[in-house]
């Protein structure tokens, strides 16, 4: 079983729409949740860290954690063109020791 | 803001050469990671580099494979060594923790694409 499982896509959405973006982790000790993107040929990018229950905003970047259910989302509001990547899930027990799953591609057709 | 540059940016190499990677952050950090990116595949860790001693391998991968160096708190290096085909992969070095970076979130450095034929 991966420890943190992402479906690799490719997910299509037009421009505007709300496009989301899930992530399920085995590792119930987690603590820490990160959300990468990643454009082609780039190195990954933080968007968002997440370390509590529930939402947190950022611009038009919603992560959402549920450490019961051991599931993290993240939720782009108003998706362009340029949000076309992959988006990389990342968890960490601490200690800086992360795992990353294997990504999710996003394409926002305009 | 902090930057962390990595060179080189690629390079082609023949089969049973080596290649060393520097990975140079401009402040400080408490942490420097290696990781490698296969083609179409998500990030694996190869090692934590620790200043003054030895780096922490993960499983997989060995000192004699894949050498390490951390001589102070900004710099640090990969060799990839005896490459083979296999080895062909974006290499990614990671920084967290020091006065400019968070001590639970890595940052990564713009990666070097490595090429053997």
């Known amino acids: 079983q991966k420890e943190v499982e992402q479906n690799s896509g490719p997910l299509s959405v037009p421009e505007g729409a709300i496009a989301s973006l899930n992530c399920t982790y085995s590792?119930?000790?987690?603590?820490?949740f990160f959300w990468y993107r990643q454009y082609s040929g780039k190195s990954p990018e933080l968007i968002m860290s997440?370390?509590?229950?529930g939402d947190k905003e950022d611009g038009r970047f919603t992560a959402q954690l549920n450490k019961a259910s051991q599931y993290v989302s993240l939720l782009i509001r108003d998706s362009q063109p340029s949000d076309s990547a992959t988006y990389l899930c990342?968890?960490?027990?601490?200690?800086?020791?992360?795992?990353f799953g294997t990504g999710t591609k996003l394409q926002v057709i305009p | 803001s902090a930057v962390i540059s990595q060179k080189p940016s690629r390079d082609i190499c023949q089969r049973g050469t080596s290649l060393t990677i520097q990975c140079q952050v401009d402040?400080?950090?408490?942490?420097m990671f290696w990781y490698r990116q296969q083609p179409g595949q998500s990030l694996t860790l190869i090692a934590t580099?620790?200043?003054?001693?030895?780096?922490?391998?993960e499983s997989g991968f060995v000192i004699d494979k894949f050498p390490i160096s951390r001589p102070n708190l900004t710099f640090s290096t990969l060799t990839v060594s005896n490459m083979s085909p296999e080895d062909s992969s974006i290499y990614l070095c990671?920084?967290?923790?020091?006065?400019?970076?968070?001590?639970?979130?890595?940052?990564f450095g713009p990666g070097t694409r490595l090429l053997v034929l």
């Open positions: 990671s920084v967290a923790g020091g006065a400019s970076w968070s001590q639970e979130t890595q940052y």
């Open positions: 590792d119930r000790v987690s603590q820490s």
């Open positions: 997440i370390y509590s229950n």
């Open positions: 990342a968890v960490s027990p601490g200690y800086q020791k992360v795992t």
């Open positions: 402040s400080q950090v408490t942490m």
């Open positions: 580099a620790n200043q003054g001693s030895e780096a922490t391998y």
